[in-house]
Each structure stands twice: as C-alpha cells, then as structure tokens.
C-alpha cells in the first residue's frame, strides 16, 4: 500500500489550503483514511478520518469547524480542506490508512492507522 500527498505550502493567516492523498496498491475492501498532524515539538495529532466504502466521516473534537475531508472514491484519492489558517495550524501534515477498518464509523484511535505518506508542511504565516 502506498500514500502519496500533495498540496500544502506556505498560506497566509486566513487564507486556506487543500491536501491530497491518493492511495494505491490496496488490497482490501474496507478500508479508512486519516488526515494527522505533527507541528514543531508537539505530539502527531489526529484531525479526522473517512471511510473509503461509504464516505462516512469522523472529526477530532474542534476540528470539523475549519477542516473539511472528502474523497474522490474512483481516483482513490482523500483531501483536507483547510480555511482560516491560523499560525498554529502550522505542522506536517499526514494521512495514513486504517487497514483493519470493517466498515461503520471511522477510528479516532491514532495507533490503528499504520500506513502513512511521506507528510507535506503547511506553513501559515504573513
């Protein structure tokens, strides 16, 4: 299985970024995909996930009022929209698949998701 991620950059406080992860070689029918981030010093932190049967979506708390994630089920592909960055949002941004996802809403749990791209940086500042 692999993720690749594309998007990100710098972006002004305010402004707004879209990643993307596409996912290929996969081999089971069920599976999840989660967006985390990781800023400078900080643990990685989960934003939210989305099932790639159904699109069923599941937010960290605090997150859905600025993150939205969506999918592109035949292009297998995931993206996290993000408007009104804020300095803090600045991080590495990741997604990575849950695997063991059987369908039903997503897992939150950060230990499940065990497949990861390579991260992107999302700078915010002026």
């Known amino acids: 299985v692999q993720l690749v991620q594309s998007g990100g950059g710098l972006v002004q406080p305010g402004g707004s970024l879209r990643l993307s992860c596409t996912v290929s070689?996969?081999?089971?029918?069920?599976?999840?995909i989660g967006w985390f981030r990781q800023a400078p010093g900080k643990e990685r932190e989960m934003i939210s996930c989305?099932?790639?049967?159904?699109?069923?979506?599941n937010y960290a708390d605090s997150m859905s009022n600025r993150f939205t994630i969506s999918r592109d089920h035949p292009k297998g592909t995931v993206f996290l929209q993000m408007n009104s960055l804020k300095a803090d949002d600045t991080a590495v941004y990741y997604c990575?698949?849950?695997?063991?996802?059987?369908?039903?809403?997503?897992?939150?749990?950060?230990?499940?998701?065990?497949?990861w791209g390579q991260g992107t940086q999302v700078t915010v500042s002026t």
């Open positions: 989305i099932s790639n049967s159904d699109g069923s979506t």
């Open positions: 070689g996969e081999t089971v029918d069920y599976y999840a």
């Open positions: 990575a698949s849950d695997r063991l996802f059987a369908g039903g809403r997503c897992s939150l749990i950060r230990d499940r998701y065990l497949y």
